[in-house]
């Protein structure tokens, strides 16, 4: 790149040029993004890091938010291009013509807008005054080599500090002396601090400085262009007000303003309509109204004025649409058509990429579509017009990509006479046109880029119709071009479409041109599948063609090559007839045909006879197959595959006579096998359907292959079979509506195991329920391995999987119970024999489950010749409806049988469960015991249930009672949890075993009280008979009580002891209050009551007493009447009396 660069366009970018010449198409200086021509002189990059450096960061990695700027590498020798001499009149001036071909290239690549001198130089440099003098050197040597063009210059100091004049006041002198000595403005010099970390930062500032520079270059020459306006007349300079609004629509692009830039360029085409065409001229207006309509669209689209845009270009093709020019070139109407659409269709598509919305409606594809069609329509009218054209005697089209103007006539250049000077050259011209059109130019290598560019639109955009239209249409340029191959592989793309869609018109005729390419390119196996395709009826084509291709099918299996395809060319027939006979003469495998995504004449349905088959019985197959063919049509074997291929070798038919095909007419062939053992349980589909063509005596063999059960192309009717009954009269036989069973399932022997169940059909919740089993063997021989599965049906709700738990006896002690017995083994019976198996079940909820047994075994049975072990199975299936069997309720009370809610700290009290049988069926209650929680305990050692072996019937209810005793070290004030009640029970009318039903115990509230009473007196007196009462009075807490103490009179005691008294108890001590009774009445006599009250004084004391001595104090006690002698009923009264507890 540091090598001389002059200001030429480069050689590469010439070659392209001139290889890729269009004459109807944009030169590449057109079509290139238009931005500020930048020159860099003094970066070394070859040598120097630190150039290097600056030169990737200005040139290489742009994005798209930095300025709009092209960079050049000039080297210290390059030389502008030279200017014309300065017009002084334009009176006698006459254009030869509108746009100059080099003027946009000049501007693009030669004159830049600005220079930018680089050097290395630092402030401080040692040799300030030397390098100084020769920079000022290199200046004035750079503006003797711009001579009289206005290209700006800039000075930017590449230097290794950060220092700049601002900061720096001996820097700031340098730098104006500098500026003096260059004789360069101020806002011409610049600073580079080389930093690898901020330098891209540096880079942006200082091009955006740069720019501003280079812009105002380009709006002084704007600004000449409009003087010369001043000097142009209407009559003669028509041409020049078109160009000199060209000039500065091009001019506003370089400057980056495209505002202004469109509307000159709408003005200059303005400009362009008025003048007035011939056909001599038409051309060149044509070409140039290509690249202002060109702008103008580029323009629209990036201002994001995409509907500007498309109307611009529906304009632009109105107004020349109608202009065809000579009828000798029409062809070049149309091409330029073609370019117009396809240029558009280029910049519509750029417009997306940069982020434009396009729909389904409006996108580039339908202008490549167009652009494709104008393409087609050239070379039709370039081979009409051109058919008798000789080849040219002279080259009158030499230097046709190089002339000064654009459009313009090669043997006429520069011709400003609107009508030809020369007749008979004229002439000549046309015909080496004609002939360059005709024998030069590939139009196929045109029209199909065109096609796949829309076609991957309207892919993009979601038209799958139009896409395959364009395809065939590609697939037709393609075969016009001898490029059969590809011609098929588009075709069999588009030909399934329309075989899904059953577009049988569509298919016709797309068929008849892809056969063509399968004999062009002797595809044997696309031949054979297409030719059978052709026979059938779906295709609407005639009796004669479709004879035509069944002769060159048996042709082929003859081994003879086929005739040729009408309408084949000659030298196609050459080389096809050629490869064929190679082909035929070295093919020794069998061609597989796929029919599955074809429609051909020989429909196939392969189908089981029903769904299910036993083990021990044969398989039955039925293949159905309609030849639509006009005449008949031999197989020579014809076989089905299934999944399972040990049955490949028994679905086989071979024999000639069963395989003839009538015309017309359903031909079935019944196939049947005996299933493997080993695929019980398991579903046997149809893989496929093969049939093999072949004749005597021939090398080649023909496999049809269908997969599935057939053609689903074919089969099409059984899929559309109508819902109502009536319209299969319309159908002419069973193959339009059978539907074929694809898949069997193979079932186990029919069982000759008898099995009964034996169960209650409601079960108890949390009982474990016996299910009875009895098996009874009627085979003819001994049943083996037998196997027994129990539990939940798979089909079960989740919910109901864990609240069923199965087992046999020997697990019910198992901690690990799940709702299923897996494959339970009870050995094997004889003939005749019987045996049982009990299962349990227990139900955790109460709600209906469905229970399936499965009783699995083996028997010796014969197949095929051997003896083999058959597996059967016997299912069965119980429904059990649970319920719940009693309901609990527990009640806590005092010794004195009252509902109690609180409890003192060392308080006995009663604990007392109801259970209430609401089973349908008597249950046992066989034991029941407390599990309490630590603070409590239960009172008695030898306490029992009392509801032990209770029976109990629905209704019934069963009251069971324990006396616990709460801890002194229960916390206060708090609500206490007393643990579980744990019952044992079981149903009453079998052995099933117990099981245990945990109920929570109720939550009582603990008191905390400092004073506590105990009474003693006897369990029962005698009338006149003293009678011993003692009050201890015990102090809990941790003050000193201060007591009143109250004995109320009694109507029935006379009594002897204190009535009032005060008390004083210390903290953990007691006193014992006594009194002798004196009963009076007989039976059960209310005692005296005892008031007791704390005093105020005494701290941490409730002020009354009565509510714990109304609830722990006996309130009567039994007094027997006097016995008058020795009476034996009394004393025997008595006796028993004394047994009773204190109420």
């Given at each position: 790149m540091h090598g001389q660069i002059n200001i030429n366009i480069p050689a590469a970018v010439i070659d392209n040029m001139e290889d890729e010449f269009d004459p109807y198409g944009l030169p590449p200086e057109v079509t290139t993004p238009p931005h500020a021509l930048i020159g860099m002189m003094g970066l070394n990059i070859t040598e120097k890091a630190t150039h290097k450096a600056v030169w990737e960061a200005f040139a290489l990695n742009r994005r798209t938010d930095r300025t709009p700027l092209h960079f050049r590498l000039f080297s210290n020798d390059f030389q502008m291009p030279p200017m014309k001499p300065k017009r002084q009149s334009y009176e006698w001036y006459v254009p030869k013509g509108i746009l100059k071909s080099n003027w946009i290239s000049k501007y693009l690549y030669h004159v830049p807008a600005l220079v930018v001198l680089f050097y290395d130089l630092d402030w401080n440099d040692t040799s300030w005054t030397d390098k100084k003098n020769d920079l000022a050197t290199r200046v004035h040597t750079l503006k003797s080599v711009l001579g009289s063009r206005n290209s700006r210059v800039a000075l930017v100091l590449i230097q290794s500090g950060i220092s700049v004049p601002g900061e720096d006041t001996g820097a700031a002198e340098k730098a104006a002396t500098l500026c003096t000595a260059c004789d360069l403005p101020a806002k011409h010099l610049f600073v580079l601090p080389h930093s690898d970390a901020h330098l891209l930062g540096y880079t942006v500032r200082l091009e955006n400085a740069l720019s501003e520079i280079a812009w105002t270059f380009y709006l002084g020459e704007t600004k000449g262009v409009r003087a010369h306006r001043d000097f142009l007349n209407k009559t003669t300079h028509t041409l020049l007000f078109v160009r000199h609004q060209f000039k500065l629509g091009f001019l506003n692009e370089l400057r980056n303003d495209s505002q202004a830039a469109i509307k000159h360029y709408a003005q200059c085409y303005h400009l362009l309509l008025d003048l007035r065409s011939t056909d001599t001229n038409l051309h060149e207006i044509r070409i140039v109204a290509a690249v202002v309509n060109y702008k103008i669209c580029r323009l629209d689209f990036a201002l994001n004025l995409p509907r500007d845009a498309i109307s611009q270009f529906r304009r632009h093709i109105d107004l020349f649409r109608q202009r065809t020019g000579p009828k000798e070139l029409i062809f070049e109407h149309y091409a330029w058509l073609s370019k117009q659409y396809q240029i558009f269709?280029?910049?519509?598509?750029?417009?997306?990429?940069?982020?434009?919305?396009?729909?389904?409606?409006?996108?580039?594809?339908?202008?490549?579509?167009?652009?494709?069609?104008?393409?087609?329509?050239?070379?039709?009218?370039?081979?009409?017009?051109?058919?008798?054209?000789?080849?040219?005697?002279?080259?009158?089209?030499?230097?046709?990509?190089?002339?000064?103007?654009?459009?313009?006539?090669?043997?006429?250049?520069?011709?400003?006479?609107?009508?030809?000077?020369?007749?008979?050259?004229?002439?000549?011209?046309?015909?080496?046109?004609?002939?360059?059109?005709?024998?030069?130019?590939?139009?196929?290598?045109?029209?199909?880029?065109?096609?796949?560019?829309?076609?991957?639109?309207?892919?993009?955009?979601?038209?799958?119709?139009?896409?395959?239209?364009?395809?065939?249409?590609?697939?037709?340029?393609?075969?016009?071009?001898?490029?059969?191959?590809?011609?098929?592989?588009?075709?069999?793309?588009?030909?399934?479409?329309?075989?899904?869609?059953?577009?049988?018109?569509?298919?016709?005729?797309?068929?008849?041109?892809?056969?063509?390419?399968?004999?062009?390119?002797?595809?044997?196996?696309?031949?054979?599948?297409?030719?059978?395709?052709?026979?059938?009826?779906?295709?609407?084509?005639?009796?004669?063609?479709?004879?035509?291709?069944?002769?060159?099918?048996?042709?082929?299996?003859?081994?003879?090559?086929?005739?040729?395809?009408?309408?084949?060319?000659?030298?196609?027939?050459?080389?096809?007839?050629?490869?064929?006979?190679?082909?035929?003469?070295?093919?020794?495998?069998?061609?597989?045909?796929?029919?599955?995504?074809?429609?051909?004449?020989?429909?196939?349905?392969?189908?089981?006879?029903?769904?299910?088959?036993?083990?021990?019985?044969?398989?039955?197959?039925?293949?159905?197959?309609?030849?639509?063919?006009?005449?008949?049509?031999?197989?020579?074997?014809?076989?089905?595959?299934?999944?399972?291929?040990?049955?490949?070798?028994?679905?086989?038919?071979?024999?000639?006579?069963?395989?003839?095909?009538?015309?017309?007419?359903?031909?079935?062939?019944?196939?049947?096998?005996?299933?493997?053992?080993?695929d019980v349980g398991k579903k046997v589909k149809v893989t496929g359907v093969r049939a093999q063509m072949d004749v005597p005596n021939s090398s080649l063999v023909v496999s049809l292959q269908w997969s599935g059960p057939g053609n689903e192309g074919v089969t099409m009717h059984a899929a559309n079979t109508p819902a109502f009954p009536e319209f299969s009269l319309l159908y002419k036989d069973k193959f339009d509506i059978s539907l074929p069973i694809a898949e069997t399932?193979?079932?186990?022997?029919?069982?000759?195991?008898?099995?009964?169940?034996?169960?209650?059909?409601?079960?108890?919740?949390?009982?474990?329920?016996?299910?009875?089993?009895?098996?009874?063997?009627?085979?003819?021989?001994?049943?083996?391995?037998?196997?027994?599965?129990?539990?939940?049906?798979?089909?079960?709700?989740?919910?109901?999987?864990?609240?069923?738990?199965?087992?046999?006896?020997?697990?019910?002690?198992?901690?690990?119970?799940?709702?299923?017995?897996?494959?339970?083994?009870?050995?094997?019976?004889?003939?005749?024999?019987?045996?049982?198996?009990?299962?349990?079940?227990?139900?955790?909820?109460?709600?209906?489950?469905?229970?399936?047994?499965?009783?699995?075994?083996?028997?010796?049975?014969?197949?095929?010749?051997?003896?083999?072990?058959?597996?059967?199975?016997?299912?069965?299936?119980?429904?059990?409806?649970?319920?719940?069997?009693?309901?609990?309720?527990?009640?806590?009370?005092?010794?004195?049988?009252?509902?109690?809610?609180?409890?003192?700290?060392?308080?006995?009290?009663?604990?007392?469960?109801k259970i209430k049988c609401i089973s349908h069926v008597p249950i046992t209650l066989t034991n029941s015991s407390l599990a309490l929680a630590n603070e409590v305990n239960q009172v008695g050692t030898e306490a029992k249930s009392q509801v032990m072996n209770t029976v109990l019937s629905e209704g019934e209810i069963g009251v069971d009672c324990f006396c616990v005793l709460l801890s002194k070290k229960a916390t206060p004030n708090s609500a206490l949890t007393l643990g579980q009640y744990v019952l044992y029970w079981k149903r009453s009318d079998n052995d099933s075993p117990a099981v245990s039903v945990s109920v929570g115990l109720p939550s009582l509230m603990v008191e905390h009280w400092g004073v506590w009473v105990d009474c003693e007196i006897a369990p029962q007196g005698t009338v006149r008979t003293p009678l011993a009462l003692a009050y201890i009075i015990s102090n809990h807490g941790v003050h000193t009580a201060e007591l009143a103490l109250n004995m109320q009179v009694s109507d029935a005691f006379m009594y002897a002891g204190h009535k009032e008294v005060r008390l004083r108890v210390l903290p953990g001590c007691s006193e014992q209050v006594t009194y002798t009774l004196y009963p009076l009445l007989a039976g059960n006599v209310h005692l005296p009551k005892l008031t007791l009250s704390v005093e105020s004084h005494s701290p941490g004391q409730p002020t009354s007493l009565d509510a714990l001595l109304a609830r722990i104090l006996p309130t009567h006690v039994y007094i027997m009447p006097q016995a008058k002698g020795n009476d034996p009923a009394v004393a025997s009264l008595s006796t028993r009396v004394t047994t009773m507890v204190v109420s």
């Open positions: 269709g280029d910049v519509f598509e750029e417009a997306v990429r940069g982020g434009l919305p396009a729909v389904q409606t409006q996108h580039p594809g339908f202008y490549y579509q167009q652009a494709a069609q104008y393409a087609v329509l050239r070379r039709k009218t370039a081979l009409q017009v051109c058919k008798d054209v000789s080849a040219p005697v002279s080259d009158l089209l030499e230097g046709w990509s190089k002339l000064e103007f654009y459009g313009q006539r090669p043997w006429r250049p520069g011709k400003r006479s609107l009508e030809p000077p020369e007749q008979q050259r004229e002439a000549e011209g046309i015909m080496e046109v004609q002939y360059h059109e005709v024998k030069e130019v590939n139009h196929s290598n045109t029209i199909i880029p065109l096609f796949s560019s829309a076609i991957s639109q309207f892919k993009k955009y979601r038209c799958p119709r139009i896409k395959r239209h364009l395809m065939v249409q590609m697939a037709e340029e393609y075969h016009q071009a001898n490029d059969s191959s590809k011609a098929l592989t588009l075709l069999n793309h588009v030909m399934w479409d329309y075989r899904s869609e059953k577009w049988w018109s569509l298919l016709s005729s797309v068929s008849a041109l892809a056969l063509q390419c399968a004999y062009n390119t002797a595809a044997i196996t696309e031949y054979f599948g297409l030719a059978l395709e052709f026979m059938g009826t779906k295709l609407m084509r005639s009796e004669e063609d479709k004879k035509r291709v069944h002769d060159n099918l048996l042709k082929l299996l003859n081994g003879q090559s086929p005739d040729p395809e009408p309408g084949t060319p000659p030298e196609v027939v050459t080389v096809a007839t050629e490869a064929w006979s190679v082909l035929l003469g070295s093919q020794v495998s069998p061609v597989t045909v796929d029919m599955t995504t074809l429609v051909p004449c020989l429909e196939v349905r392969a189908s089981f006879t029903q769904s299910q088959f036993h083990v021990d019985q044969e398989v039955g197959v039925i293949v159905m197959i309609r030849n639509s063919y006009q005449s008949a049509i031999s197989l020579s074997a014809l076989s089905v595959t299934t999944n399972s291929p040990s049955y490949s070798d028994r679905l086989l038919e071979t024999q000639p006579e069963k395989l003839i095909l009538s015309p017309g007419k359903v031909t079935e062939i019944h196939l049947t096998f005996l299933p493997l053992v080993e399932e193979i079932l186990p022997r029919q069982p000759r195991l008898t099995v009964q169940i034996e169960h209650d059909n409601t079960a108890l919740v949390w009982e474990w329920l016996p299910v009875k089993v009895f098996l009874k063997n009627i085979e003819e021989s001994l049943a083996s391995d037998i196997s027994l599965s129990f539990g939940l049906d798979p089909s079960s709700h989740i919910n109901l999987e864990l609240a069923t738990q199965v087992c046999t006896s020997s697990g019910l002690l198992s901690d690990k119970i799940g709702s299923q017995v897996s494959s339970f083994s009870n050995g094997e019976l004889g003939v005749g024999e019987e045996s049982a198996v009990t299962f349990y079940v227990k139900s955790l909820t109460a709600s209906e489950r469905v229970l399936t047994l499965k009783v699995e075994y083996t028997v010796p049975v014969l197949s095929g010749g051997s003896l083999v072990h058959c597996p059967c199975v016997c299912e069965k299936s119980i429904h059990i409806q649970a319920r719940i069997p009693f309901q609990v309720t527990v009640e806590t009370q005092s010794l004195k049988f009252e509902k109690l809610a609180r409890v003192a700290a060392g308080e006995s009290f009663l604990v007392v469960p």
